[in-house]
């Protein structure tokens, strides 16, 4: 493992905030000290939070504002080591297998007797089980990025707690075992992001090892923000009524609360569609932007008109 200069980007709190903003990603002073920290302590982040909060989006646009490759490990149920940290490549092994039968009567042809054989075949390189026939996985792979990655391993909770198991040698050490070879280190270690929508309790020992962060829904002010920063052709008048109304929405007894990223989709819309305001016919026609529940959607719509006039009342002041 070997040190790397610390990016300008990661030199401090207020420079993580600069240069995730420079990407379009409005970070809190929670989010940026605990990227911060991840850096200099490296350690892991795990975010958890309702889905739609930016937890993954994090990631992608610390790995862009840092122009590091961002490697995605997306988790299941099921998941297992061959899909996260290496595989044989079992066909140029085989290939291998076939070229090795054919050179092992070259090479002992001439030896007398079994003894001799033996010998001469102990000093015959063995290629099966090496580097050349490793097929790296996501996690493998951010281990042998030689100038730093951001490593996202998004939604650990919908994976097994027999993954988990396998993750802790990597989040302690940065470094993977494989039995035939031995301990691959991380060349730099990377910046590992691990999020969570608390779908089931993760264990103690993962948590142990990293940052724990809450990522929760913005509030009026900092959603705008946001969307601003997203959709900057919005008018300040429209921004404001699109995200009280949002902000009204999840308050509200539905399934599925919409997403920040929801936000800034029906921002985008609503400039498609020449509004310059709420309207209540126009909202009703486009909820399925920011409700993908049908429930929700049938919850939602009797409402709209209120809704609406609870949002332009709130936000009349706003030019």
């Not at 975010?47 to 646009?61: C, F, M, Q, W, Y």
């Not at 730099?188 to 969570?196: A, E, F, G, K, Y």
């Not at 993962?206 to 601003?228: M, Q, T």
């Not at 486009?286 to 008109?305: C, G, H, M, W, Y």
Request: net charge negative; proline share 5%.
């Amino acid at each position: 493992m070997t040190d790397q200069p610390t990016p300008l980007g990661l030199s401090s709190i207020e420079a993580v905030t600069d240069n995730l903003a420079s990407v379009g990603y409005i970070s809190t002073r929670d989010i940026s000290t605990a990227v911060f920290l991840a850096h200099h302590l490296r350690k892991p982040v795990l975010i958890e939070g309702p889905a739609g909060v930016g937890k993954t989006d994090l990631a992608r646009s610390l790995a862009l504002s840092l122009e590091y490759p961002l490697i995605r490990m997306q988790c299941y149920e099921g998941l297992d080591e061959s899909k996260a940290l290496y595989e044989w490549k079992y066909g140029k092994q085989l290939l291998y297998t076939q070229i090795l039968k054919e050179k092992i009567h070259e090479l002992i042809a001439d030896a007398d007797g079994l003894d001799a054989s033996v010998s001469k075949l102990a000093g015959f390189k063995d290629l099966f089980f090496s580097r050349d026939f490793l097929e790296p996985r996501p996690l493998l792979k951010a281990m042998e990025q030689t100038g730093g990655s951001v490593l996202l391993i998004d939604e650990i909770d919908k994976s097994d707690e027999e993954f988990e198991a396998l993750l802790l040698e990597v989040l302690s050490d940065y470094q993977i075992t494989v039995p035939e070879i031995g301990t691959i280190g991380a060349l730099v270690p990377p910046l590992v992001i691990l999020t969570s929508n608390n779908t089931r309790e993760l264990g103690d020992a993962l948590k142990r090892r990293c940052l724990h962060l809450h990522i929760d829904f913005p509030d009026a002010e900092l959603e705008a923000r946001i969307v601003r920063a997203r959709v900057p052709d919005i008018s300040q008048r429209l921004l404001a009524q699109l995200v009280s109304f949002i902000q009204r929405v999840r308050g509200e007894n539905i399934r599925k609360a919409p997403s920040i990223s929801e936000t800034i989709d029906w921002a985008r819309t609503l400039i498609l569609l020449h509004a310059e305001a709420l309207d209540p016919d126009m909202v009703r026609g486009t909820l399925n932007v920011i409700l993908k529940r049908q429930s929700d959607i049938d919850e939602i719509a009797p409402k709209t008109a209120s809704l609406v006039a609870a949002s332009v009342r709130d936000t009349a002041d706003v030019g």
